[in-house]
């Protein structure tokens, strides 16, 4: 016989297989270990529009992929200066949506070439991932 499982979350596990036998074959049971680990995730950044203006709503779009499937849940932190998962400074943290995009918008950004981050922060199955550094160019206005 056979058996298909699915998991639902990443760990150490011990799989059991019992038969429980049929005339002339006798019962018998055995164990063994399994390990299911975070599926691998990609994070894709971008903005619109870039360069901005100061003070000008500048949205940062995440894209989540997983070679397994898109992710549907989770949240992506987005950052300026140092990368994830801890930036310097914190834009926000959006859901991601069900087809795995996360979208930001600010109005926040300090003049100059700003490095921008989108940290994917994960699920029970799906492994956190951070995006590339992308420059946001804020021209001065002058």
Do not use: I, W
């Not at 140092?82 to 795995?100: A, D, F, M, N």
């Not at 029970?124 to 550094?133: I, L």
């Amino acid at each position: 016989g056979q058996c298909t499982l699915t998991p639902t979350r990443a760990g150490n596990e011990t799989l059991t297989a019992t038969y429980a036998g049929q005339p002339p074959f006798a019962g018998s049971s055995g164990t063994a270990p399994h390990q299911v680990v975070l599926a691998p995730t990609k994070t894709l950044l971008s903005s619109n529009p870039n360069p901005s203006a100061p003070k000008q709503s500048v949205t940062f779009t995440a894209t989540v992929t997983s070679d397994f499937q898109t992710p549907l849940a989770g949240s992506v932190l987005f950052g300026l200066g140092r990368g994830c998962p801890s930036p310097t400074t914190r834009l926000g943290s959006k859901s991601v949506s069900s087809t795995g995009v996360a979208m930001l918008s600010t109005t926040k950004l300090p003049t100059g070439t700003d490095s921008v981050f989108a940290c994917y922060q994960g699920t029970a199955t799906f492994a956190a991932s951070p995006s590339a550094v992308l420059l946001q160019v804020v021209n001065s206005g002058r």
